[in-house]
C-alpha cells in the first residue's frame, strides 16, 4: 500500500484534478457561458499539464530534497512538459484554427457553386480541436496551481 502514501503522485493527480475543475468557473466568470465539458478538455486556463508536472517537482523536492537527482530529473521533465504546452501544442492549435476556417471557405465555396439544399451534413461534422495548448499565461498560472496545491495537501501527507 505504498502509491496510496506517495506524495508526488497525489500531489500530481490531485492537482490534475482541481485545474480541470476550476476551469469551469473562470470561463464562466470571463465569458458567461457555462460549459462542463471543459473539465474533460484540453488547453484552457490553468494548464492541468503544468499543474500536474509542477506539483510533481514540488512534492519530489519536498521529499528528497532539492538536492537530490530525482529533483533534477523532475525538474527537466517539469521544464520540457512546460514549454510543450506553449510551443508544439500550441502552434498546433493554431493551425488548427487555420485548417478550420480553410474547410468552411470550402464547403461555402463548393455550397454556393452547385447551390446545395442540403447544408446539414456540413454542419454536423466536427471541427478539429484548436484548443491543444496553453498560453504562456495558461502555462504560468498551472505552474502556480500545481506548486499551491502541493503546498497545501504536504502537512497530509509528510
Do not use: Y
Not at 517537482?57 to 532539492?66: I, K
Not at 502552434?91 to 471557405?105: F, H, R, S, V, Y
Request: glycine share 10%; net charge neutral.
Amino acid at each position: 500500500m505504498d502509491l496510496l502514501h506517495n506524495f508526488p503522485l497525489w500531489a500530481a493527480l490531485l492537482s490534475i484534478f482541481f485545474a480541470q475543475l476550476v476551469k469551469i468557473p473562470i470561463q464562466f466568470i470571463a465569458s458567461r457561458s457555462l460549459n462542463p465539458g471543459l473539465a474533460f478538455s484540453t488547453g484552457g486556463m490553468p494548464s492541468s499539464h503544468s499543474a500536474a508536472v509542477t506539483a510533481l517537482s514540488t512534492a519530489v523536492g519536498m521529499e528528497h530534497g532539492l538536492g537530490s537527482s530525482i529533483f533534477g530529473v523532475a525538474v527537466v521533465f517539469t521544464i520540457i512538459v512546460m514549454f510543450d504546452s506553449t510551443g508544439v501544442r500550441r502552434q498546433t492549435g493554431e493551425q488548427a484554427i487555420m485548417l478550420n476556417i480553410l474547410i468552411n471557405d470550402f464547403h461555402r465555396f463548393v455550397g454556393e457553386a452547385k447551390e446545395w439544399a442540403h447544408k446539414g451534413n456540413f454542419q454536423k461534422r466536427e471541427e478539429l480541436k484548436e484548443l491543444l495548448g496553453h498560453k504562456p499565461i495558461e502555462v504560468f498560472f498551472g505552474g502556480l496551481t500545481g506548486i499551491l496545491l502541493t503546498l497545501l495537501l504536504a502537512p497530509l501527507f509528510l
